[in-house]
């Protein structure tokens, strides 16, 4: 899944620091105490695991390749 915009103000597991739509759609109807099974494209990090501690940021995905 992608991450999102809205982020929690402070250091979470990323599965926890975003807020968009599609994160919060998930932990909604994931069982409690189920494993997710599923890696987070970060804007800022590459793919990350759902239990990588994160740091808020403001990076946005580009639409654009990168030019380097």
Excluded: W
């Amino acid at each position: 899944m992608a991450c999102s915009g809205p982020k929690d103000e402070q250091r979470a597991p990323a599965l926890q620091l975003y807020r968009g739509v599609i994160n919060q759609t998930y932990r909604a109807v994931t069982l409690a105490g189920a494993v997710p099974k599923v890696m987070i494209l970060s804007a800022l990090h590459g793919f990350i695991g759902p239990d990588l501690e994160v740091e808020p940021y403001d990076v946005r995905l580009a639409l654009e390749p990168a030019t380097n």
